[in-house]
Every structure is written in structure tokens, then in C-alpha cells.
Antibody, heavy 120, light 110 residues
Framework: QITLKESGPTLVKPTQTLTLTCTFS??????????VGWIRQPPGKALEWLAL???????RYSPSLKSRLTITKDTSKKQVVLTMTNMDPVDTATYYC????????????WGQGTLVTVSS | QSVLTQPPSVSAAPGQKVTISCSGS????????VSWYQQLPGTAPKLLIY???KRPSGIPDRFSGSKSGTSATLGITGLQTGDEADYYC???????????FGGGTKLTVL
């Protein structure tokens, strides 16, 4: 059974750095072709693709947020971490992590999401 | 601003059919697979269609997908009230070297 779960602070202050952890089970991030991505959704708005890390360590970022994002993985801990610097109230959103399966070109499984509010 | 363009809303009566369009460009839909996601109120998105027209296990054949050129379409037949949700198309953009989604379409089953 494949599961993903996001964890991190629910409230951050403007200018702070957000660190979110995706803890997964049921698959290995060392399997060729596998990736884990981050997506966010501001309240009442659309999904926004943020970043993806592949089994081989290759990383991809949203061009508009690239300067603020860092994605890393710890294969042995079965975790993927996303950091976003210089948080702003417009970054208030539900943040999801999701599995890009080996050989697939889609996000097959999603975590439940975690709501992050940016406010002083 | 979303990479892909979807209509904000569609509606139809129970039992009827509806289609949702997703428009992109040669750098995304034109040269990459399209997937569709269903987001029921208050829940995480769920994969509905992958590789343009394939359904994951457990997705009923009332849901279908197609792609032509730089556009894709999601079709839903035999509409049920439980199909009321937001639907998103997604793909890869080769120029941006990043993923992207449409702005989402809210389906109302009247």
C-alpha cells in the first residue's frame, strides 16, 4: 500500500523559511524512474506545481519559484523535504506531496496535504 | 497563471455526458502525456486519467480521456451527483522543464 504524508508547521511568519517533510511508504525512491513532487493549492484556487526530485537525485523546479525552493531526499528515511525561503502571505496554501511512479508521467498517489498559513 | 487553460465551470444533469477541455502548447500537451485529476470537496486530488487516455485501476469507464494536437479532453458519461468536483489537467512542459496544471474546472451536476 502506497502512502504519503506531509508534515511541517501550520503557521509561519513573513520572511521566514518553510520546511516541509513528505514521509512515504510502499515504494522506494531508489527505484529507477520514481520521483516525488510537491504541489500547492491556495484556498479556493488552482493547483500549482512546485518541484520534483527523481530517484537519481535529478531535481526540477517551477521557474517562477526556483530561487526560493530546495528539494532534497533521504532515501533510507523514506522522506523528501521541501524548503521555501522568504515566505509571504500569498504563499498561504495547502501543500501536497505526490508520487511520480516509475515509467509514468503523472502523479499517481497524493498525500492528504498540509495547510500552511503565512501571517505575522 | 496556469500553464494550461480549462473552462472555469461546466454543468449537466444526472445521467448526461459532459466534456472538459484543456488547452496548451507544443511545449507541453503537444509533446507530452496528459493526466487528469479529480478533487472532491475538501480532499486531495486523485488521479483519474493518465497517458492521455488510460484509467488507473478502480476508475470506472464512465471517465475517458483524449488528446489531439495541443489540446486534451476529459469526458464523463452517466453523470452522478458524486461526480461534483474540481477537475484538473496536468502535463510536463519541456521548455520549462517543469510540470504544470490547468486552472481547474468545477463540475456541477444539476
Amino acid at each position: 500500500q502506497i502512502t504519503l504524508k506531509e508534515s511541517g508547521p501550520t503557521l509561519v511568519k513573513p520572511t521566514q523559511t518553510l520546511t516541509l517533510t513528505c514521509t512515504f511508504s510502499g515504494f522506494s525512491l531508489s527505484t529507477s524512474g520514481v520521483g516525488v513532487g510537491w504541489i500547492r493549492q491556495p484556498p479556493g484556487k488552482a493547483l500549482e506545481w512546485l518541484a520534483l526530485i527523481y530517484w537519481d537525485g535529478d531535481k526540477r523546479y517551477s521557474p517562477s519559484l526556483k530561487s526560493r525552493l530546495t528539494i532534497t531526499k533521504d532515501t533510507s528515511k523514506k522522506q523528501v523535504v521541501l524548503t521555501m525561503t522568504n515566505m509571504d502571505p500569498v504563499d498561504t496554501a495547502t501543500y501536497y506531496c505526490a508520487l511520480r511512479g516509475s515509467g509514468s508521467y503523472c502523479l499517481e498517489y497524493w498525500g492528504q496535504g498540509t495547510l500552511v498559513t503565512v501571517s505575522s | 497563471q496556469s500553464v494550461l487553460t480549462q473552462p472555469p465551470s461546466v454543468s449537466a444533469a444526472p445521467g448526461q455526458k459532459v466534456t472538459i477541455s484543456c488547452s496548451g502548447s507544443s511545449s507541453n500537451i503537444g509533446n507530452n502525456y496528459v493526466s487528469w485529476y479529480q478533487q472532491l470537496p475538501g480532499t486531495a486530488p486523485k488521479l483519474l486519467i493518465y497517458e492521455n487516455n488510460k484509467r488507473p485501476s478502480g476508475i470506472p469507464d464512465r471517465f475517458s480521456g483524449s488528446k489531439s494536437g495541443t489540446s486534451a479532453t476529459l469526458g464523463i458519461t452517466g453523470l452522478q451527483t458524486g461526480d461534483e468536483a474540481d477537475y484538473y489537467c496536468g502535463t510536463w512542459d519541456s521548455s520549462l522543464s517543469a510540470g504544470g496544471f490547468g486552472g481547474g474546472t468545477k463540475l456541477t451536476v444539476l
